[in-house]
Nanobody, 128 residues
Framework: QVQLVESGGGLVQVGNSLTLSCSAS????????TAWFRQAPGRAREFVSA????????YYADSVKGRFTISRDNDKDMVYLQMNDLKFEDTAVYYC?????????????????????WGPGTQVTVSS
């Protein structure tokens, strides 16, 4: 019954910025962390960023560190991914996902194992 829906994708030029949003609904009671993954054509889905329920702990893939910022607003049940200085290799379908914030999360958060629910994805295309 949990629904995650991404928005904010589109076509942008190299060096520009874009902010993605993830709206959650129907989540059962519990502590959940949220993450962003992406999948480029012909490539496997890869970890981008994650944030804990409190918003105090954040994690980034090396490829986006310093350019992307993850944040959350629990009052609105929203998670955001601000993407700056976009590059050609950032072109992908971006997915938001949630999983229970158990001790295993802090070990496996860069993999898909901790996550239970996935959004349908939103396309980000970076061009010249």
């Amino acid at each position: 019954q949990v629904q995650l829906v991404e928005s904010g994708g589109g076509l942008v030029q190299v060096g520009n910025s874009l902010t993605l949003s993830c709206s959650a609904s129907g989540r059962p009671y519990g502590r959940y962390a949220t993450a962003w993954f992406r999948q480029a054509p012909g490539r496997a889905r890869e970890f981008v960023s994650a944030v804990t329920r409190s918003g105090l702990r954040k994690y980034y893939a090396d490829s986006v560190k310093g350019r992307f910022t993850i944040s959350r607003d629990n009052d609105k049940d929203m998670v955001y991914l601000q993407m700056n200085d976009l590059k050609f290799e950032d072109t992908a379908v971006y997915y938001c996902t949630e999983g229970r914030e158990t001790p295993d999360f802090f070990v496996y958060y860069r993999q898909e194992g901790p996550y239970e629910h996935w959004g349908p994805g939103t396309q980000v295309t970076v061009s010249s």
